[in-house]
């Protein structure tokens, strides 16, 4: 029994230094996530950390710093957001960006604690504070300047480009496909799909249609709008500077050919629907007017040209090679129609009069003269149809204002389709005589204005029974239905600025801040850019600073910018937001918003180095100024920035004697760079000995350790024998002595 107590009381005697510091596994806080991680990192991107607890913010700031290199950043060069709700986060942004293609280490020190008091345990031990707990990650960031075009294929310039050419633009990073596809502009126009390659740092736009032979193409990037993957926009002009456009050209192939007539119709047979059009399809684009005026038709008693219907031009393989004519009336019933291009006006748009008859060469009329013929049916028999509506079926967003449009197979007899047509929503029904029917040239498409303005946000039902007839009586025979959805009730409130980095009024600005204002609402981007001005507000007369770099956030709330140039040491400037700025709903600010801010005051970089006699110390805490920083594997210190003064530099490491040195930080004491101060070396001096914490700790457990084992022993001691009276006790002597009971017996 005694020997197991006794070794109880030893084990738990060996485990009360520990016992004395170490708390339960989660106890502690610690970093659950951070970012930014990997490459590529956008040089303005917030740091930001994921805590397991609620952290005490100004132990997080005092602990932070960001390095590049002997380079160091403490929680000053950031604008700093602390959630007071779950999840708890830290996030910092940097009030300028970082620099570009920079290996970056972020540095949060143990020394961080939690709202309760308890220090960083990022190493999940049970101790918090330990120098193991310091939470340490790198991030790689992009190039930090704007993307520009290498070269486009064709090149600017180029002749002689075939007609059947795409284009391809070749950047020299990669690039936000989607915002260069918006950002590309093509005059003459032409239709288009884009598509990325080679790392999306090459954008393609292959077109819907041949190009047009011998024309001048000139092709126009946006440059406010064509963003790298990181939202740089483009440098368009290679200055260094994003927004500006990229424009170059190129001339296509010269036409070398007649055009030529690759199809007709109605084609020549018999039964020919009275109410058909005529579509005529060339072998290239045509001149609109001159074909137009070449076209002719007849019934043999009565000939008809282009004032007798409408045209409609469209492309298949060219922009405008294919023609549709639709008559105003329909053709006589039984009659053979004969329709004429005539070869001697009808060109394309280099000239070359139409190859009628397929000799490759332009003869003119009657030799290259196009004809050909058809039979109209005896009588109309084909029900009419509705061949398209506006607004389209499905339609949303549509202006209240609408008027309601519907295009017919052939021409039709007003009064039937008038008393057939209805417009609905869930409240009420228009009919013609609540609105007004306004019929085009041939009566084979007829608007419809309501009298009244439509509801917001409202579904509409347009119907039109099958009782509708063509001007011949054959009735529609089965009901039309379609419907759309108007617009929600626009926006009519103006919008405001809601907050700015900085703050107005704020002081000790960056001198290369990056400047963001929020609204309440999207915003136009241009307008907005345009009526933005930076003033140095410091003098008696302000003057205006050049801004550029514009970014705008994804919802078109945040507007950033920067300063073409560093800003001056202590001085105000003044932001201001003229009533140009406008919303996405064509809103104006109502007054000028304006905010101030003023730049820090002159401060150094201040470095160092921190040895023993000579060689270089490690991860030593380096305090200037009240901040804070660790030196590197080199033993190096460097602090960002340290305003005018005289301060105490203090470096303390376990095994050594804390050092304190005094620092004066001034312009006139500054290297060359006009900003850096170098304190060189601070030697430090060991401490022989156990350090006054740890004989203190152990004394007190010594202590502990004397009380506990006298506490044992005295429980193991035997209890005392017991004494038996004499027979004849009472005959015993008075002074008779008897042992005391921690005497041994005799």
């Known amino acids: 029994m005694s020997s197991r107590v006794l070794a109880g009381v030893l084990g738990l005697l060996a485990a009360l230094p520990i016992a004395a510091v170490v708390q339960g596994a989660g106890l502690y806080p610690e970093a659950v996530n951070w970012s930014p ?32 290199g002997n380079q160091t950043w403490n929680a000053t060069a950031f604008q700093w957001t602390h959630s007071t709700v779950p999840p708890w986060t830290s996030r910092a942004t940097p009030r300028s960006p970082f620099p570009g293609l920079a290996s970056i280490t972020v540095l949060v020190l143990p020394t961080a604690r939690d709202s309760r008091g308890y220090a960083l345990d990022q190493d999940q031990d049970g101790v918090g504070g330990e120098p ?15 993307p520009r075009v290498v070269n486009t294929t064709p090149s600017d310039r180029a002749t002689n480009v075939l007609v059947t050419t795409g284009v391809a633009l070749h950047f020299d990073e990669a690039m936000n ?37 011998g024309t001048t193409y000139s092709v126009r990037l946006a440059g406010a709008t064509a963003k790298d993957v990181n939202g740089h926009p483009l440098d368009g002009n290679g200055d260094g500077m994003g927004g500006d456009d990229y424009l170059f050209s190129f001339t296509t192939e010269p036409d070398r050919d007649a055009p030529r007539v690759l199809d007709a119709t109605p084609a020549t047979g018999g039964n020919v629907s009275v109410t058909a059009d005529v579509a005529v399809r ?7 007017a001159s074909v137009e005026a070449a076209l002719a038709y007849t019934d043999g008693a009565t000939t008809w040209n282009r004032t007798a219907g409408a045209f409609l031009w469209s492309g298949r393989t060219f922009q405008e090679d294919f023609v549709t004519f639709n008559p105003d009336a329909n053709f006589p019933f039984a009659s053979v129609i004969t329709v004429t ?94 609105g007004t029917f306004t019929w085009g040239r041939g009566d084979d ?60 009024g704020e002081t000790g600005v960056a001198r290369d801040p990056v400047l963001s204002i929020s609204f309440d609402d999207a915003m136009d981007g241009p307008s907005t850019e345009s009526a933005i001005s930076l003033a140095n507000a410091s003098g008696p007369e302000q003057y205006l600073v050049s801004i550029g770099d514009f970014r705008w956030d994804g919802a078109n709330h945040t507007v950033s910018f920067q300063s073409s140039a560093s800003l001056d040491w202590s001085r105000t400037y003044r932001v201001a937001v003229g009533p140009g700025a406008r919303d996405d709903a064509g809103l104006a600010l109502e007054t000028t918003f304006s905010f101030s ?36 594997d080199n033993g190096s210190f460097a602090f960002p920035s340290v305003p005018n003064g005289t301060y105490d530099l203090t470096v303390a490491k376990a095994g050594y004697a804390m050092t304190k040195v005094s620092v004066t930080v001034s312009q006139r004491d500054a290297a060359a760079d006009g900003t850096t101060i170098n304190v060189g070396t601070v030697e430090l001096r060991r401490v022989e000995g156990p350090s006054p914490a740890l004989v203190a700790a152990s004394l007190g457990a010594a202590a502990v350790a004397v009380l506990l084992v006298g506490l044992v022993l005295r429980r193991l001691r035997p209890p005392p024998p017991e004494m038996e009276e004499p027979e004849d006790y009472e005959d015993a002597p008075d002074d008779e002595e008897f042992p005391e009971a921690d005497e041994e017996p005799f």
């Open 282 to 288: 060339f072998s290239e684009g045509m001149d609109r």
């Open 37 to 68: 991680r990997g490459t590529n990192v956008p040089t303005e991107a917030p740091i930001q950390i994921t805590w397991s607890e609620q952290m005490n913010a100004g132990s997080v700031e005092a602990a932070f710093s960001v390095a590049l």
């Open 597 to 632: 801010f003023r730049t820090a005051p002159w401060s150094a970089r201040v470095i160092g180095r921190v040895a023993d006699e000579g060689i270089t110390v490690a991860g030593a805490i380096v305090t200037l100024a009240g901040q804070t920083t660790q030196t590197d």
């Open 177 to 213: 496909v989607p915002s260069v596809d918006l950002a590309f502009h093509v005059s003459p126009t032409m239709p288009y799909t884009s598509s990325g390659g080679a790392n999306d740092t090459t954008v393609w736009f292959a077109f819907g249609l041949y190009l047009a032979y």
């Open 341 to 434: 291009l005539n070869a001697s006006l009808a060109r394309d748009p280099a000239g070359f009069g139409l190859d009628g008859n397929g000799d490759n060469a332009s003869q003119g009329s009657p030799v290259d003269d196009v004809t050909w013929s058809f039979t109209t049916e005896a009588a109309d028999s084909t029900p009419p149809t509705v061949r398209g509506i506006a607004p389209a079926g499905g339609a949303i967003g549509v202006f209240e204002t609408t008027t309601l449009l519907i295009a017919f197979s052939e021409a039709m007899d007003r009064a039937s389709v008038e008393a057939a047509f209805s417009l609905r929503d869930l409240i009420r029904t228009w009919t013609k005589d609540d």
């Open 445 to 504: 498409a007829v608007e419809y204005t309501p009298a009244t303005t439509l509801s917001f946000d409202t579904s509409y039902l347009v119907g039109l029974a099958g009782s509708a007839k063509d001007v011949n009586g054959n009735a529609m025979g089965g009901p039309f239905l379609s419907s759309f959805r108007t617009r929600p009730q626009p926006d009519v409130t103006p919008p405001h600025v809601l907050n700015t980095i900085p703050a107005d």
């Open 132 to 146: 193991t707990d310091r939470l340490e990650w790198t991030f790689t960031s992009e190039s930090g300047v704007p």
